[in-house]
């Protein structure tokens, strides 16, 4: 029997819906098995197909001088890469627009791009302005598989200031040398992993990978260093060197009472902003690093024994025929003068050769070395900076008379300039010995102690009686021997030069007319402040202490007592001026008229504290530094005129 039409149709329908009702129920059951039952894993399974692991580090912390002034700080850069898959350019092209942006050949960029991979480095940590050119250039040319990541970098907005004590950092914020690599897990803060969300090229969704906070900064460190009293060392010192034409230099100046370091500088030097450009030579701290004989200037550890085991008074009477016989060798004075009836104090005040080897025989080899490490030497200071060495001392079983008596002239004994001054120091310091320090305190992040350096008491080496008879005898060779050319008017001084030949670096000998020049010393004597080495190595042409290094002593002690307002004797209150802000004109050039013998102030507005230096120093005027950044104002105003050797006070802000 025939199905009426309108009942097929009907029926086609209703098969229709329930096939239809059939797939939706079975997409249903699909779609609540995925979401309820296989849902955690699937989400799994496509996270980590999008997902990328990124880890973050924290800026480091900054590094101050003592008065809280930035010697090195952190901030981000942005650093290009690119993803050679996603060029949408060919490399001949992209690296000939490219290049002379980044200052790189063409070339370079071609092998970076070559090397494979979906993630090519092409330049790290760019200054801000050169990121913005190549943010410009990508968008105006439509060229993509280039993208930034922002990272931190290190900056020293001094330069070369102390540059060997802070050290530098590589690119990916590790520490390679001074305080930066001794202290780089505390500074270098804290690394964290975040995972971000990538497309089906591998690139940040959204910018995924700006959106999480990095972790807190590295702990901020404070060094005892004080960045004005740095800057008026190193400027004298590269005045020596210039003069000199020496190979290198070291000065130290620190507070005897409590050990504080608060200037140490090298030379040569280097710019840590630019550290790859220098060689290690230029990077090494010979402050701590350097051994060397230090000549005369050990006569004072010789006396500082003699006296305090009573074997010799300062009007004791020597006679000296010029020389003296010691197990056959013939050791004769530095002068080939021959002195006559002479006192102990006569001894000292011309570094008398003949009259210190008397001495050193009565101490004999066992008294002699015990003092020379109860002194701080053959073994480190363990100032905490990278590279120090213990330096060399005999065994006193095995010394013979000669190394005895090479010994008690500063010969046959090897030490460190830090061990030196604080030798000295201990003879400031009514006779205690106290450890040198270059930390300060060191904060967390929030300005919280995290720790903090206290004054540690090494030993008492001599009597506070035996280190004052010292001091007045050490001052007689500054006020009438020969040390005289590190006097300072007003204050009073005590010191001792030193001359010593230079030893081959294999240690077989000395070169021949190779020396180091050095002073050692501190002031004022009646209350010392300052304990100060000068150590000037290899110069061409002159190479006494008391004609080279001495001088270069007077001039710091002579603007860093003024700094710390040590008065002189009979002095007044020094004035501290007060600061000018140049109006326009006042800063700019004018014509002036400059009477003879007079000076024109220079514009400094503008200049890093290098270039201020070097524009007074070549006016013929001194400056005290005061801040770090540039120079924002001048005690004296630009265009004034002013007398030969006026202090000027330069006041310094951040960028």
């Known amino acids: 029997m025939p199905v009426a039409p309108g009942l097929g149709i009907q029926r086609r329908i209703a098969i229709f819906i329930t096939l239809l009702l059939l797939i939706i129920l079975v997409l249903a059951g699909r779609i609540a098995w995925v979401q309820f039952v296989d849902g955690k894993r699937l989400a799994t399974k496509v996270q980590n197909q999008l997902k990328e692991n990124k880890a973050l580090q924290s800026p480091r912390g900054t590094i101050y001088d003592r008065q809280g002034r930035e010697l090195a700080i952190s901030t981000m850069t942005k650093s290009l890469y690119a993803d050679p898959a996603q060029l949408n350019k060919d490399y001949d092209t992209v690296a000939n627009l490219l290049g002379p942006a980044l200052k790189m050949k063409p070339e370079e960029i071609k092998e970076l791009l070559s090397y494979g991979g979906r993630f090519v480095w092409i330049q790290r940590m760019l200054e801000p302005e050169i990121a913005a050119k190549i943010d410009t250039l990508l968008k105006a040319n439509d060229i993509k598989g280039f993208s930034f990541v922002e990272e931190s970098k290190r900056y020293y907005p001094n330069d070369s200031l102390a540059a060997q004590i802070l050290g530098f950092v590589g690119t990916d914020d590790v520490g390679l040398d001074g305080i930066e690599l001794k202290l780089d897990k505390l500074i270098k803060g804290q690394l964290s992993e975040h995972a971000i969300l990538t497309d089906n090229r591998g690139l940040p969704i959204f910018n995924s990978i700006f959106t999480f906070a990095p972790p807190k900064q590295g702990k901020n460190i404070y060094l005892t260093i004080d960045s004005t009293i740095q800057f008026i060392v190193e400027k004298t010192l590269d005045k020596a060197m210039a003069t000199t034409r020496a190979k290198g230099a070291v000065v130290i100046v620190m507070n005897p009472r409590n050990g504080e370091v608060l ?251 190779h020396y180091i020049a050095s002073f050692a010393g501190f002031a004022p004597a009646e209350d010392p402040q300052l ?84 524009e007074i120093s070549k006016s013929g005027l001194s400056m005290v530094p005061v801040g770090t950044g540039i120079a924002v104002r001048q005690s004296i105003a630009a265009n004034s005129i002013a007398e030969p050797g006026s202090e000027i006070t330069v006041y310094f802000e951040p960028r």
């Open 263 to 513: 200037a140490m500088t090298s030379r040569p030097t280097f710019n840590p902003n630019e550290f790859y450009r220098y060689s290690p030579a230029e990077w090494k701290n010979r402050a701590v690093s350097y051994v060397y004989e230090p000549g005369s200037t050990f006569k004072s550890i010789i006396a500082a024994a003699a006296i305090q085991e009573g074997l010799v008074t300062p009007g004791e009477k020597f006679t000296d025929n010029g020389y003296i016989m010691v197990s056959g060798r013939r050791i004769k004075n530095w002068s080939d003068e021959s002195y006559g009836n002479i006192t102990f104090l006569d001894v000292i005040k011309n570094s008398i050769n003949t009259g210190f080897v008397e001495v050193g025989l009565r101490l004999g080899a066992n008294r002699l070395s015990n003092y020379a490490r109860l002194f701080g030497f053959g073994h480190s200071t363990e100032i905490g900076l990278p590279g120090e060495e213990d330096g060399i001392l005999f065994n006193p079983d095995n010394m013979r008379e000669s190394d005895l008596a090479t010994m008690s002239i500063g010969q046959s004994i090897a030490v460190t300039p830090m061990q030196l001054v604080s030798a000295i120091a201990a003879i400031a310091n009514d006779g205690v010995l106290v450890k040198p320090q270059i930390i300060k305190e060191i904060q967390n992040a929030d300005g919280s102690v995290h720790s903090a350096t206290s004054v540690t008491t090494i030993r008492q080496v001599i009597s506070p009686e035996t280190a004052r008879t010292l001091t007045t005898m050490l001052e007689q060779v500054v006020s009438g021997g020969g040390g005289e050319k590190a006097g300072v008017k007003g204050y009073r001084v005590a010191g001792k030069t030193g001359t010593a030949e230079k030893l081959r670096e294999d240690g077989s000998g000395y070169q021949a007319g």
């Open 531 to 614: 304990a100060i080495l000068v150590v000037i190595d290899d110069p061409d042409g002159i190479y006494y202490g008391g004609q080279i290094a001495a001088p270069v002593a007077s001039e710091i002690l002579g603007q860093v007592l003024r700094y710390i307002n040590v008065l002189p004797q009979g002095g007044n209150v020094i004035p501290q001026p007060k600061p000018v802000k140049q109006t326009q004109s006042e800063a700019s050039p004018v014509a002036v008229k400059v009477p003879q013998g007079k000076i024109l102030v220079p514009n400094l507005t503008g200049k890093s504290i290098r270039q201020a230096g070097d």
